[in-house]
């Protein structure tokens, strides 16, 4: 009757770094997309806002940031 167990074993240890970047230069262009953003909310909802009004505005950038969020963070 053995009283002492062995170790257990472990799987090897991951290389250290990050995964690389999907698409693009990495940094770059997820720099884009922050710009793009910035530009749709400083420009894009006050000119729907002018165009269809405050309801529609506002709804149409939920859902537009909520599908562009979706997109680029699956």
């Known amino acids: 009757m053995p009283t002492a167990s062995a170790p257990a074993k472990r799987a090897p240890a991951k290389p ?3 995964k690389p970047a999907p698409h693009g230069d ?3 262009a997820r720099w884009w ?3 793009l953003l910035v530009a749709l909310g ?3 909802l006050p000119l729907a806002h002018a165009l269809f009004g405050g309801v529609a505005a506002m709804l149409g950038g ?3 940031l909520g599908f562009l969020l979706g ?3 699956a």
């Open 42 to 44: 400083t420009i894009g």
């Open 62 to 64: 939920a859902v537009l």
């Open 26 to 28: 990495g940094a770059g």
């Open 16 to 18: 250290a770094g990050g």
């Open 33 to 35: 997309k922050v710009a």
């Open 71 to 73: 997109r680029w963070t």
